[in-house]
């Protein structure tokens, strides 16, 4: 059992839809990510919140706006997404951002988004 | 130059091999480094941190060149159990994140 819960595990959404990702850690971290994992392409950094502030931001489209209510939540609204918006999006959190000496990061089993 | 570049494989091998993995990173700044393993269809999880003078974990060693800005995965006595997809792990520029480099496919047969 994962301590990082996402939901919903599947989505599928027009290009005029709003519908939002949502992770739940229960771990007590302070950090918590969004990245995006596409076919044939490496994990890729969207946002990072550390202690519920927003700290890395990686050029990531306006159509994705995430929103970080307290340490434990973490959510990812979706609006006029692409086809090209397909993946699985992965949330993870860790102790302090960057993982610490450990490196560990704590992932979530995904959202798969597909956009029609 | 990507941040972190990796040979995507996917590396065939029987049972008992031994198999290595290379991994450079763009980033001269950065501190740490990590190998994650990703199984089909599941999340990353953490392997090994990578230190400085090389470290070993059971059939597992991991080494470091800074000079060359370079990462090593060795898996000895490969099992069936170790097919899985090896990511190499570096730090962000403003140390707040981890980035992935795109993953090393490994399928070991018996």
């Known amino acids: 059992e994962t301590g990082v819960t996402q939901t919903p595990r599947h989505l599928v959404m027009g290009m005029t839809n709003k519908k939002s990702l949502k992770c739940e850690q229960h771990?007590?971290?302070?950090?918590m990510y969004w990245y995006k994992q596409s076919a044939k392409k490496p994990l890729e950094l969207m946002f990072v919140y550390s202690l519920e502030e927003r700290v890395e931001n990686n050029s990531v489209p306006s159509r994705f706006s995430p929103e970080c209510p307290n340490s434990s939540h973490l959510f990812l609204h979706l609006h006029t997404l692409q086809p090209e918006d397909s993946a699985l999006y992965l949330c993870?959190?860790?102790?302090?951002?960057?993982?610490?000496?450990?490196?560990?990061?704590?992932f979530g089993e995904g959202s798969r988004l597909t956009v029609l | 130059r990507k941040e972190v570049e990796q040979d995507p494989g996917p590396f065939n091998v029987p049972e008992g091999a031994t198999v290595a993995f290379n991994c450079t990173y763009s980033n001269s700044a950065s501190q740490s480094f990590f190998w994650y393993r990703q199984d089909c269809r599941k999340e990353p999880k953490l392997l090994m941190s990578v230190y400085s003078s090389g470290n070993e974990d059971g059939r597992f060693t991991a080494q470091l060149n800074r000079a060359s800005q370079y990462i090593s995965l060795l898996i000895r006595d490969s099992k069936l159990s170790d097919s899985a997809t090896y990511l190499c792990v570096v730090n962000s520029q403003a140390g707040t994140a981890l980035i992935f480099g795109k993953g090393t496919t490994l399928s070991v047969s018996s």
């Open positions: 771990l007590g971290h302070n950090a």
């Open positions: 993870a959190s860790s102790p302090i951002a960057g993982g610490g000496n450990t490196g560990e990061l704590f």
